[in-house]
């Protein structure tokens, strides 16, 4: 069995990968494309009960939890002020299974220092641009300042933009552009109480927003707003400034506290076009692998890609474990991960259609008759517990069929 590996990318699958396979007795090496690690990366996330045991089965929940917004309680308002419901966040009636909110920058962090702590080298700057199986065992990735390096396996954890998954599966579709552009930062405000165990959402006028403001005062704040899909650059081009003028603007008439939210908010603001991916039809192609949103990555509507990509990773390292050769664990890897993750996209794809916000007067006021009754219904709803009681346990074998030829 193989001992060496790449890991291209160091956001929430890459470190995790890693730090499985060295409990294997591997020597991962990651590779990222940023020049350093960027701790504001994508301001901040929802990590489910279902990620947060991944991260119990690394030892490191009680470090994340140690800087997070335990978030139990989901409550929505209409553009006019009317409290619209409460959902919880996590499996309905168990608050204390229920999701917590944190920075983006703090999770890649605690994985990464782990990983450095065991001794797992990272190397910034490393933009992979292509693959080459070497004949004999090995592979070779090549990177855009024109180094390289080869290992027994090379797994790609490189997002949804992923160049491993257009190695692994040249035919797959591209990401479909979800419609919004999620864009988010933190603020101060005097004005705006901290929201204990609770996180809030508007659907203003003209785009939806979220916010949560933590027992210190710091408020976590994002907007989905409904734009065309943007061009290549488009909106990593645009400044902190425009995003706020227009933020400011798209949100001027809403309830309080979101305009004081935005007059408040200070720091880097980024805006990130929103991409799913439901169905990659081969995740694997010899010595390659993909993990994480590089094969199906899921709206953030849902609270669940981290939490995914970290499953992915553990159900990985325990096929390499279990199976007689990593052919065999890459075919088991896909078959037991794949249904799951394509009915949380799906999942994912029904909230984000519901996040776009519609310009037509009678279809907000149709919106906002219906959705308290929608509400009440999802508080109490137990059909998505799937989402969330996901069985996974390090010390299961799993059943893996030997593939011949591949
Ligand atoms: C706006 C937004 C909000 C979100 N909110 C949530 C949320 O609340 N909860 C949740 O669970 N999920 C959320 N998600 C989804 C979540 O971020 C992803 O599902 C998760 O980060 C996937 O992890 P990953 O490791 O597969 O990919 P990423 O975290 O995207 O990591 C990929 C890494 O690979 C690097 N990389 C890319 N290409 C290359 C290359 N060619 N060579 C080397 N390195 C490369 C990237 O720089 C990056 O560091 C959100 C996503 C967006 C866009």
Redesign the pocket.
């Given at each position: 069995m193989s001992r060496t590996a790449l890991i291209?990318?160091?956001?929430?699958?890459?470190p995790a990968m890693a730090l499985f396979l060295r409990r294997l007795g591997w020597e991962p090496a990651v590779?990222?494309?940023?020049d350093e690690p960027d701790d504001y990366?994508?301001?901040?996330?929802?990590?489910?009960t279902n990620?947060l045991a991944v991260l119990d089965e690394l030892g490191l929940r009680d470090r994340l939890l140690s800087d997070a917004h335990p978030c139990p309680r989901m409550v929505i308002w209409s553009g006019r002020g009317k409290r619209l419901g409460e959902v919880p966040n996590g499996p309905a009636g168990e608050p204390e299974r229920a999701s917590s909110?944190l920075r983006?920058g703090w999770l890649?962090q605690v994985l990464r220092e782990e990983a450095t702590r065991q001794g797992i080298p990272f190397t910034f700057g490393?933009?992979?641009?292509s693959i080459t199986p070497l004949a004999g065992e090995a592979v070779r990735a090549t990177?855009?300042d024109g180094t390289s390096a080869e290992a027994d396996l090379l797994i790609g954890?490189?997002?949804?933009?992923?160049?491993?998954r257009e190695f692994v599966d040249p035919s797959a579709a591209r990401p479909d552009y979800t419609g919004l552009v999620?864009?988010?930062g933190f603020a101060r405000s005097a004005g705006v109480a901290p929201t204990p165990d609770t996180q809030h959402f508007v659907f203003g006028r003209r785009s939806f927003f979220g916010y949560l403001v933590r027992d210190d005062g710091e408020i976590y704040w994002?907007a989905n707003v409904t734009r065309p899909e943007p061009r290549a650059g488009e909106i990593r081009a645009l400044t902190t400034e425009s995003w706020l003028a227009e933020l400011r603007d798209l949100h001027a008439g809403d309830p309080d506290p979101v305009p004081a939210i935005l007059a408040a908010s200070s720091g880097d603001i980024r805006g990130?076009?929103?991409?799913d991916l439901k169905h990659v039809r081969q995740w694997s192609r010899g010595r390659v692998v993909a993990?994480?949103?590089?094969v199906h990555?899921?709206?953030?509507s849902?609270?669940?890609?981290?939490?995914?990509?970290l499953e992915?990773t553990m159900a990985l390292a325990q096929c390499l474990r279990d199976a007689p050769d990593h052919a065999a664990a890459f075919a088991a890897y896909q078959r037991i991960r794949q249904p799951r993750v394509e009915q949380v996209v799906e999942y994912g794809r029904a909230i984000s259609n519901r996040k776009t916000i519609s310009r037509n007067p009678l279809a907000v006021l149709a919106r906002d008759a219906v959705l308290p009754m929608f509400l009440r219904r999802a508080a109490t709803d137990r059909t998505t517990r799937w989402l969330y009681d996901h069985q996974q346990s390090w010390e299961t074998t799993v059943t893996t069929v030997a593939t011949p030829g591949r």
């Open positions: 291209i990318g160091s956001g929430v699958a890459g590779y990222e494309a940023a990366t994508g301001a901040f996330l929802n990590v489910a990620g909110v983006r890649h490393a933009r992979l641009t990177f855009a954890c490189d997002g949804v933009g992923s160049v491993t999620g864009v988010g994002f990130y076009p929103v991409y993990v994480g949103d590089a990555a899921t709206s953030p849902a609270g669940q890609g981290a939490s995914l990509a992915d």
